[in-house]
Each structure stands twice: as structure tokens, then as C-alpha cells.
């Protein structure tokens, strides 16, 4: 009796699982802020990096996650009160946006306390996004299937906090050991990145990378990324097994037309993967793949 109850409930489980990813508008709202929990944790590193070389004060760096922190206990339920009062999607847009133009602003801060001030402002803006974007999932899945959305949530969430800061510091490592090399390689030097995912869907992980390279003297600092394309209904994007657009299969259809996969090697050369010879595409294939930028 035990057994057939374990295993009702796994098929129930199962069942709510391929509901819920049948919803466009859920799974695109869930590998968003997947990427963005993970985004979040590369800023993080990348300003604990900066604050410390300008500083070197390890209480300074404890000041900078007290600001982070201070926003949830002041407007972690008043925040509340306003998201179910105003429309939730353009809370987390709007969001989303300030903080984006508050990252931009992080390197052009003058000193530790506008740095300080900055990230506090945008922690209390998080705080209006994150019960809006909880307050959405219900409107995106059926309520039966609520529970298994929910938990997979709060096991992104505990992924981004632990491959964030690993990725961060990772990155930040290789470049760093390169970065010297390039001084003694006038005639000719690179160091690549290859991301998988669209950096578009995390420019402050993107930003951070970019002038890591330039402050530790990469003379020619590269990042790939790919490009996908559904010739038959346009989409442009990350594209896994089906087009996150119209949710065609790869071949499906009279056409059995495949999806365009276009990715960079070797530095410049750019072009589909159906058309790249073997050699080219064991590049692809074996290159490290940096990040979490799927989309």
C-alpha cells in the first residue's frame, strides 16, 4: 500500500512538472530569474573585488553587504502592501530597469559611499520586485501545480547562491592570470570568454567582465556567446530542443527545417554549426562554457 502511494504521488509530481513547463510565460519567467539570481551573485563578487582593492578593509566589504541587507528588514512587508495594489508585471519591469541603470552607474562612482548608496538603492528595489514576482506565478500556472512551480523556484534560488559567487570568482581568477601575459605579447594576444547564453539577458554580469579586463590589462579581451534562429516562425534567441516562441521541435513540420545555430571560433570566423566541418565544430563542442546566461 506504502509502495502505491510513493508511487501515485510521483506520477502526480511528474504530471505537474510537464504542466508547468508547457507555459511559455512560466518558463520564461523562471530561467529569467535564474539568471538574474545569478547575475546578482557575479555583482556581487565583482564589487566585493572592487571595494577591497580600493580599500583593502575587510570592514569596509562587511559595510557594503549591510547596505544590501538593510533594505529587507525596512520595506520587506511594506513592499508587500503596494505590489498587490499596483500592476505586477510592470513593477518587475520597471524593477529590473533601474537596477539595470544603476549597475551602469557602479564604475562611474567616485567613491566608497556613493558605491555604498548605489547598492543600497538597488537592494530596496529588489525588495519591490521579489513579492511581485512570487505574487505572479499563481496567474501563470494552474493552481493545482502551484506547489511544484513554487519549489522550483526555491531551488533556483539556492543554485544562484551557490554557483554565483563560484562562477564570479572563477572568472575573475582567469582573467586575472592572463592578464599579465598580454604586456609580454604585444604582437599578438586574446583572451576569450565563451558564455552560454545571450549576454542581453545579464549586462551587469557582462559589464563586470568587460571592465575586469580592462583593469587588469587585457590588451584584447573577447566574449562569445550563441545566437539561435527558427527560420520558420523568426524567432531570434537561445533556442534548446523546441523554439521557446512558437514551440516547434528542431525538424518538425512538412520543411523538417532545423534551427539556426550560429556561433563564433577560432577568434573571428562566424557561421551555423550544420555548416562548419568537423574540426570546427569539436571547437564548439569543447569549448567552457562560462556562466549561467540561458535564457
Not at 61 to 72: D, E, I, Q, S
Not at 253 to 261: D, N, S, T
Request: charged share 20%; aromatic share 8%; glycine share 8%.
Amino acid at each position: 500500500m506504502s509502495q502505491q502511494v510513493i508511487t501515485t504521488t510521483e506520477k502526480k509530481s511528474s504530471s505537474h512538472l510537464s504542466v508547468i513547463l508547457r507555459s511559455p510565460a512560466f518558463v520564461v519567467l523562471w530561467l529569467s530569474e535564474g539568471l538574474s539570481m545569478v547575475g546578482d551573485r557575479l555583482v556581487m563578487v565583482a564589487l566585493i573585488t572592487l571595494v577591497y582593492d580600493r580599500t583593502g578593509s575587510a570592514g569596509v566589504v562587511g559595510l557594503l553587504m549591510v547596505f544590501k541587507a538593510v533594505p529587507a528588514l525596512l520595506l520587506g512587508s511594506l513592499a508587500g502592501v503596494f505590489v498587490d495594489r499596483w500592476n505586477r508585471k510592470w513593477i518587475m519591469v520597471i524593477a529590473n530597469l533601474l537596477q539595470g541603470l544603476l549597475v551602469f552607474c557602479l564604475p562611474l562612482a567616485p567613491g566608497i559611499a556613493i558605491i555604498c548608496a548605489i547598492y543600497f538603492v538597488m537592494s530596496s528595489i529588489n525588495q519591490f520586485f521579489v513579492p511581485a514576482r512570487s505574487a505572479a506565478i499563481p496567474d501563470l500556472v494552474p493552481q493545482e501545480t502551484l506547489m511544484t512551480a513554487n519549489s522550483m523556484f526555491a531551488i533556483t534560488i539556492v543554485f544562484a547562491l551557490a554557483i554565483g559567487p563560484a562562477i564570479g570568482t572563477w572568472i575573475m581568477e582567469k582573467i586575472s592570470l592572463e592578464a599579465p601575459y598580454h604586456a609580454l605579447t604585444n604582437a599578438g594576444h586574446i583572451t576569450y570568454v565563451e558564455m552560454d547564453g545571450d549576454p542581453l539577458q545579464n549586462l551587469e554580469a557582462f559589464e563586470k567582465i568587460v571592465r575586469h579586463m580592462h583593469d587588469t590589462g587585457v590588451g584584447y579581451g573577447s566574449i562569445n556567446h550563441p545566437i539561435d534562429r527558427d527560420p520558420v516562425c523568426g524567432y531570434n534567441g537561445i533556442i534548446g530542443d523546441s523554439c521557446p516562441c512558437c514551440g516547434r521541435e528542431e525538424y518538425e513540420g512538412e520543411e523538417g527545417l532545423g534551427f539556426e545555430r550560429i556561433r563564433r571560433i577560432t577568434g573571428y570566423l562566424v557561421g551555423t554549426v550544420d555548416r562548419f566541418n568537423d574540426a570546427k565544430r569539436a571547437e564548439v563542442r569543447d569549448r567552457v562554457k562560462h556562466g549561467e546566461f540561458k535564457r
